[in-house]
């Protein structure tokens, strides 16, 4: 049972926008902090953004202010909204969430290509 659904990736050109949206199931109770990472096969997965149930967002450096997190707490839903895309933000991207007793969830990704 999914508890985790990542959407909206796909194939797109440099300089080009996404919106990526990641909902929670209802079973994972009192979310907390939720977040989007990205892995490139062969290395490390990293994070992205991250927003706390409060709202406060933080971003990786190399989003270099093309990105934008948000959360609908009603919805259970964090969405990345990615703008001026570069080759090098192909990845697989993957939602995580976190309850407030610290367990994480993570969805399946979802894959991000840009091309040049």
């Known amino acids: 049972q999914a508890k985790v659904v990542e959407s909206g990736g796909g194939l797109v050109q440099a300089g080009g926008s996404l919106r990526l949206s990641c909902e929670a199931s209802e079973i994972i109770f009192r979310i907390a902090d939720m977040g989007w990472y990205r892995q490139v096969p062969g290395e490390q997965r990293e994070s992205v953004a991250i927003i706390s149930r409060a709202g406060v967002a933080k971003y990786a450096d190399f989003v270099e202010g093309r990105f934008t997190i948000d959360r609908d707490n009603v919805r259970s839903t964090v969405y990345l909204q990615m703008n001026s895309l570069k080759p090098e933000d192909t990845a697989v991207y993957y939602c995580?969430?976190?309850?407030?007793?610290?367990?994480?969830?993570w969805g399946q990704g979802t894959e991000v290509t840009v091309s040049s």
């Open positions: 995580k969430v976190e309850d407030i007793g610290g367990k994480t969830f």
